[in-house]
Structure formats: structure tokens, C-alpha cells
């Protein structure tokens, strides 16, 4: 059974280009999307997916902020964290928070796949 995903990012050319690259690999499933960080949460309250790929700067709630509220409404959940080249501070800041791991955009395929595979036991 393929691993359910929400892909969390303001932008929706970056959840796409996400969605793509987990539609190579069909040990990946994605059930959900959200544009901010309110939704994200919802979202992951109502889909309870197996990985959420989250991105760090979203309106109305950061993935910082998002990443904490998740985890303390469910300590088990696996966050992956999107960031951009340059974000070095934020990204050790959302692992601090509890995100299992990290990607930097611009994505490449092999490495996105490689970390998602880890962090779900896949890899």
C-alpha cells in the first residue's frame, strides 16, 4: 500500500513539481494539499497522511509554526521540510521544532525521492 502524502507549499508550481516527482515512485500516494499553514493543519487533522512535505515560508503560519502544531497534536507524524537555498537558520529551526528531515529547492528528483524514502522506512 502506497504511502499517503500532503504537500504543503504556498506556491502551487512547488506542490506540482513535488507531486511529480513522488508520481515516479509508486510507494507514494498524494491524498492532500494545502496553500498555508492554517489549511495545512487542517488537512492533515481530516487526511492523516503518512508524510507531509512542508514548506517553511507560508502565510498565516509558518512551517515552523505548522510543524510544532502538528506534532503536538500528533507526536508521530513525519514532516519533511522544503527550503530554499540560503535558509540554513530556519531549516536547523524546523528540525529543532521536529521535522524528520530537509529538502532544498531547486528540487532534483533523486535527492527528493532518496529522503522521503528514508523518513517513511521506504529507503
Do not use: W
Amino acid at each position: 500500500m502506497p504511502k499517503r502524502v500532503l504537500v504543503v507549499d504556498d506556491a502551487i508550481f512547488m506542490r506540482n513539481m513535488i507531486k511529480d516527482i513522488l508520481a515516479e515512485d509508486g510507494d507514494f500516494e498524494v491524498v492532500g494539499e494545502a496553500s498555508h499553514g492554517l489549511e495545512a493543519i487542517e488537512k492533515y487533522k481530516e487526511l492523516a497522511p503518512d508524510l507531509i512535505t512542508m514548506d517553511i515560508v507560508m502565510p498565516f503560519k509558518s512551517g515552523i509554526e505548522v510543524t510544532r502544531e502538528i506534532l503536538r497534536h500528533d507526536s508521530r507524524a513525519c514532516i519533511v521540510i522544503c527550503s530554499a537555498l540560503g535558509q540554513e537558520q530556519l531549516v536547523m529551526e524546523a528540525l529543532e521544532a521536529g521535522a524528520v528531515d530537509f529538502i532544498v529547492k531547486p528540487f532534483k528528483s533523486e535527492e527528493v525521492l532518496k529522503v522521503v524514502r528514508k523518513t517513511t522506512g521506504l529507503g
